[in-house]
């Protein structure tokens, strides 16, 4: 079992298996009679790592056994119970534990991660709003018709109002815009003179929402002042796109400055409670009541001073932060109704609570748990579900780098036209697919292997179809600001699905070649959420042209030579296959059956040591073989962005609760959301006074 020696932090995760089993063998965690799991750990564990001073891979066991105390806590120990239940441990090349022991050893560390994690829950550190959230929490706050800034990390723009989540249903052609890769579909409605501050980007492996990627640093805090007044102070912050005007900002034209004073603290009341998410209490409404005041015992009338106190709403920590509030117990307790709220809302809208989440919370009726089913189904059908499908989706498909792809344009210029690229309508598909998937409430399996897709003409031109003549008539209108796609069954299952689109063929190939060790990598973190450890430094990358003496060979062989040390065949052996297995499809994500050298390709392997497969059909039915693996990995990915952090070793439990719960229902993506909203980790808190800021403090 030597395997993970090779890598460091793999080390640290299989130093801990003979204290782990051996601390379930103590405590008869799987047996009555633990002889049966120390039999097991001395049979294929301490031998090569500290028995008789055998310490394979720099690897000493024998100081665990005795520190065992908090093994249940370890990160590792989520990887280990996988690799131990997938088969991956031991190596194929050491001692096979027998299906029964296996299961056992399975048993036994799943019982000890479930006692861990019933006495914590990850904690969600506090963080700013990402400019995506900031757009959308200014937009409802002040309920405006346009945006605040144009934003190009929403890669997909709707024209002519298809997104009806209510409906259930997408139509049959739907006309969209593409906009990272189009100036075009920059213009749109916005306030003027707004500039947007820097776009965060999301975490290796994660999200752009992660609390430990957003910062304030003065200078950012600075900043946000100066957006909030650019915000007010826009030409166009008028009552034309302002929906709030007449109840919040339009002038009373009262004389008696004690009745003035009066509406003031009225009108704040609410927009506050909506701000700051929760109600504000008397000294925080006098406080800005008296702002106010003070703005217009200078001189200021009484809309610009409501402006300017608007202004300073939407710089306040209370309103860019996003936090629970600070505990003083030391275990885990549940949110209260504002903190659920606020979490709800920025899970599926990423954005502020509304009227009705709010009234429930005040209610404390929020937390009831048919109460909050019946918010999720309300906000699942409402349109600024839109958000969520702008957010979460191109993050999970990394789809940010078909942004940066550039196929070679004297083998691929097809791929080119005008001064666009065949990129602006392929990672349409991937998302228009994603979109249909959850307002149709389908299985996740869709994205595995779909019975449908959605495709431009242009698109198809692409893939190569045959196109009839009345088709193509109808597939007229795919110009630059507005494309138009159609709903089209797949009956090839080369096509459908997330993992054989030309949007991920593309953005995993070099400008030369198509790279099956990237697109492994790809596989194996999108679609099961196991990324592999990055490659050693001083490994060469494969050039895009082959040397001379390797004209002749597949990309396989030419690979074969580069993979040959011992550090690297552990993670290879699991890419390899992944990668391979697309082989058929080129750089752009066209169908192929051999290489230019005119060798045919060799895509055959085998998945997980388990399921073999001759074709890419074949390849989807392994994976589906698989489909619970890949429903816990995307649960990881949705839970991870819904409490955005990255998840722990005591979200594990919830994950695999999740999971099985959509899997009962034909593993549809509704069933999955609402479990994650209505699990522990979500519902949650633990003790956030040791790693938050006095908010008061900050403000004042």
């Known amino acids: 079992m030597a395997i993970f020696s090779t890598q460091l932090s793999s ?25 049966p799991i120390g039999a097991i750990v001395r049979d294929h564990c301490v031998q090569c790592h500290g028995q008789n001073g055998e310490v394979n891979g720099d690897v000493d066991l024998l100081p665990f056994v005795g520190s065992v105390s908090e093994l249940g806590n370890q990160s590792w120990l989520p990887d280990l119970i996988r690799v131990v239940e997938s088969g991956e441990m031991p190596p194929p090349d050491e001692s096979v534990i027998e299906a029964e022991d296996r299961a056992k050893l399975a048993g036994a560390l799943k019982q000890l991660l ?64 593409s906009r990272p890769l189009g100036k075009s579909q920059m ?85 506050l409670t909506s701000a700051f998410r929760r109600p504000c209490d008397d000294a925080m409404l ?96 409402d349109k600024k579900l839109k958000r969520f499908c702008d957010s979460f989706p191109a993050q999970w498909l990394q789809l940010e780098r078909i942004v940066s792809a550039n196929p070679d344009p004297e083998r691929f210029p097809k791929f080119y036209y005008a001064k666009y690229r ?24 869709q994205f595995i292997d779909s019975d449908f897709t959605y495709r431009s003409m242009l698109l198809r031109d692409a893939y190569r179809e045959d196109v009839s003549p009345q088709d193509r008539k109808q597939g007229r209108g795919n110009d ?20 054989t689109n030309a949007a991920v063929m593309t953005m995993t190939s070099g400008p030369q070649r198509t790279q099956p060790i990237t697109r492994g990598s790809w596989l194996l973190t999108v679609i099961f959420n196991e990324p592999p450890k990055p490659p050693p430094a001083d490994v060469p990358p494969l050039s895009e042209e082959p040397k001379a003496d390797e004209a002749q060979m597949t990309l396989r062989e030419r690979l074969a030579l580069h993979r040959e040390r011992a550090d690297c065949r552990g993670c290879h052996e699991k ?19 051999k290489y230019e050298n005119g060798r045919d390709v060799d895509m055959a392997d085998t998945l997980f040591h388990e399921h073999s497969f001759q074709n890419v059909i074949e390849f989807k039915d392994a994976l589906l073989a698989e489909k619970d693996r890949f429903t ?46 209505l699990s522990k980790p979500f519902r949650m808190k633990m003790n956030p006074s040791h790693h938050q800021d006095n908010h008061d403090q900050r403000e004042n």
């Open 11 to 35: 080390v640290f995760r299989y130093a801990g298996v003979a204290a782990v089993l051996m601390l379930a063998a103590q405590n008869g965690l799987a047996d009555t009679h633990p002889e």
């Open 114 to 177: 479930s006692q861990a994690s019933a006495e914590r829950v990850g904690h969600a550190p506090v963080r700013r709003m990402n400019r995506f959230q900031y757009d959308n929490a200014v937009r409802d706050l002040f309920q405006l018709n346009c945006v605040v800034f144009s934003l190009p990390e929403r890669m997909m723009r709707e024209h002519k109002g298809y997104f009806d989540p209510a409906s259930g249903v997408m139509p049959d052609t739907v006309m969209v815009g």
């Open 187 to 271: 213009i749109e409605p916005r306030l003027q003179g707004v500039a947007p501050f820097p776009q965060d980007l999301r975490a290796e492996h994660g999200f752009d929402n992660r609390g430990d990627h957003l910062s304030l640093s003065p200078l950012l805090m600075e900043a946000f002042l100066t957006l909030g007044q650019s915000v007010t102070q826009s030409p166009d912050f008028t009552a034309k796109r302002v929906g709030i005007w007449a109840e919040f900002f339009a002038d009373p034209n009262l004389s008696d400055d004690a009745q003035r004073r009066e509406v003031v603290r009225q009108r704040l009341a609410p927009f």
């Open 286 to 381: 006098d406080r800005y009541a008296k702002f106010v005041d003070a703005q217009i015992n200078a001189g200021l009338g009484f809309t610009e001073a409501m402006k300017s106190v608007a202004a300073a709403t939407i710089a306040s920590p209370r309103f860019l932060y996003i936090y629970d509030e600070a505990s003083d117990k030391e275990g885990p307790e549940p949110l209260d109704d504002f903190e659920l709220a606020t979490r709800l809302s920025f899970f599926l809208w990423g954005s502020l609570p509304d009227e009705e989440l709010l009234r429930l919370a005040s209610q404390h009726r929020l937390t009831e748990p048919d109460v909050l089913v019946g918010q999720v189904d309300r906000m699942l059908s």
């Open 422 to 445: 065949n990129s602006m309508h392929m990672m349409v598909e991937p998302l228009l697919l994603f979109e249909t998937v959850l307002i149709e409430n389908l299985p996740i399996t």
């Open 480 to 499: 630059v600001m507005a494309l138009t796609f159609r709903r089209l069954p797949v009956t090839d299952r080369r096509q459908g699905g997330v993992i």
């Open 575 to 593: 890419i390899d296959p992944l990668g391979f297995a697309l082989e058929n499809y080129d750089p752009i994500g066209v169908w192929r059956e």
């Open 632 to 677: 816990q990995g995307f649960t990881r990915h949705l839970l991870s962005f819904a409490l955005a952090r990255e998840l722990e070793s005591s979200d594990v439990t919830a994950v695999q609760e999740i999971a099985a719960a959509a899997a009962a229902d034909d593993y549809r993506i509704g069933t999955l959301i609402r479990n994650v909203v």
